[in-house]
């Protein structure tokens, strides 16, 4: 066993050196070679959060294992998802079991798993590195080969879900000084047509989350119109009042239908939202210090793509410190869906963080509709913490 600290240089370039579906390996060996590491594995999280697939790297000489599916729910894995603190047991053979979450800005990407015989706490702080710097290969790695998104899809996915799950972010929840955000959609039965994005610009992050109506590619194909009309302005430095036009003059050019949206500019270093709503439902707002959730009553436009002269409005909200942003789809409120308390549920998750109350609340939808949603469920939730000092 060598030892010593980790060499993220040589690491990197180690890396970069390997086929992009082997960054598993890569960690593998350097654990190998400093600490006599005898298994190591990554376990990475499916599209719904319900379970993980498993990567063994295999010694050398070996053969590798086929890929393992396991329930995320009761699991130590889940353990360290939701607290995001290294887990060390013994593994039953003399040796340590240590669990380390592999997360980049917030986004839980899975968990590296390592049994050695030997594990103090510079040991343990090592490996803690190594998980770290597994996360950021990934997300370089995973844009050049399908190994990690195939992976994620335990069930059959349908054309519709393929086009909805590649207009979403890479990355589901962020995290920096001055905000954390987290999303989270269940999709319908029958695709709805539900997409949520986000980007953080040097001063600015922008929000949106839209509702196409209908369902099925129908749907998809109809967000796809409005997600590409919404980033082709944001991209050329539109403010929300300018995206809200560009979806808008999209669908009436392409599109047969209509969709709902609700779009947000937060300036980072005062707290201010420019924002436009078309036709959402009103966000929920905790605020710091407040007992209750309330409704931010915006005025309300048309949705985007109805053909009749529209003006959209530009309408601003002052972010305090500690506030808490709920934006929800229609489908967390109907149907169903209706019977779930979601306010009680926003009070009771004050204190968790933004990636846990987004499960809690759609979780608690699929419960409340058996499992069977007749629209998507989607809902983002924006911490402000407060500008950078």
Not at 188 to 204: C, E, K, Q, S, V
Not at 209 to 219: L, Y
Not at 275 to 303: C, I, S
């Amino acid at each position: 066993m060598e030892g010593g600290d980790l060499e993220l240089g040589e690491l990197l370039a180690a890396a970069e050196a390997a086929p992009p579906g082997e960054s598993v390996g890569v960690i593998a060996h350097d654990l190998r070679k400093r600490f006599g590491a005898e298994r190591v594995s990554f376990l990475f999280v499916d599209l719904m959060g319900q379970r993980l697939l498993r990567l063994t790297a295999p010694a050398e000489g070996d053969r590798a294992d086929g890929a393992e599916r396991i329930g995320l729910e009761g699991t130590v894995y889940n353990t360290v998802l939701r607290r995001q603190r290294q887990h060390v047991e013994p593994d039953g053979q003399g040796g340590r079991r240590v669990i380390s979450p592999v997360t980049n800005r917030g986004d839980c990407i899975g968990v590296l798993e390592v049994t050695l015989q030997y594990a103090d706490d510079t040991v343990l702080g090592q490996i803690s590195d190594a998980a770290h710097a597994l996360a950021y290969i990934i997300v370089t790695d995973r844009r050049f080969t399908d190994l990690y998104h195939a992976g994620r899809r335990t069930t059959r996915t349908s054309l519709a879900a393929e086009i909805q799950h590649q207009l979403l972010p890479s990355a589901s929840c962020c995290e920096a000084p001055q905000f954390t955000l987290a999303a989270g959609l269940v999709p319908a039965d029958d695709i709805g047509g539900d997409t949520y994005d986000y980007t953080l610009d040097r001063d600015t992050l922008h929000l949106s989350i839209t509702d196409a109506m209908g369902h099925d590619t129908d749907s998809a194909l109809l967000a796809t119109l409005v997600m590409g009309a919404l980033r082709g302005a944001r991209r050329s430095g539109c403010d929300a009042l300018q995206q809200a036009q560009r979806a808008h003059d999209a669908l009436l050019a392409h599109g047969r239908g209509l969709a709902t949206g609700q779009l947000l500019c937060v300036r980072l270093e005062t707290g201010t939202c420019e924002l436009v709503n078309a036709g959402h439902p009103w966000p929920l707002r905790l605020r710091d210090g407040a007992a209750e959730v309330e409704e931010v009553k915006l005025a309300v436009n048309l949705p985007f793509g109805v053909a009749a002269p529209i003006s959209y409005e530009l309408q601003e909200l002052q972010l305090r410190p500690g506030d808490r942003l709920i934006l929800l789809t229609d489908g967390m409120q109907e149907r169903g869906a209706a019977a779930v308390d979601l306010a009680s549920l926003v009070r009771d998750t004050r204190s968790s963080h933004p990636r846990e109350a987004v499960r809690t609340l759609t979780a608690a939808v699929l419960d409340a509709c058996r499992g069977n949603l007749k629209d998507d469920a989607t809902a983002l939730i924006l911490d402000w913490h407060g500008p950078r000092r």
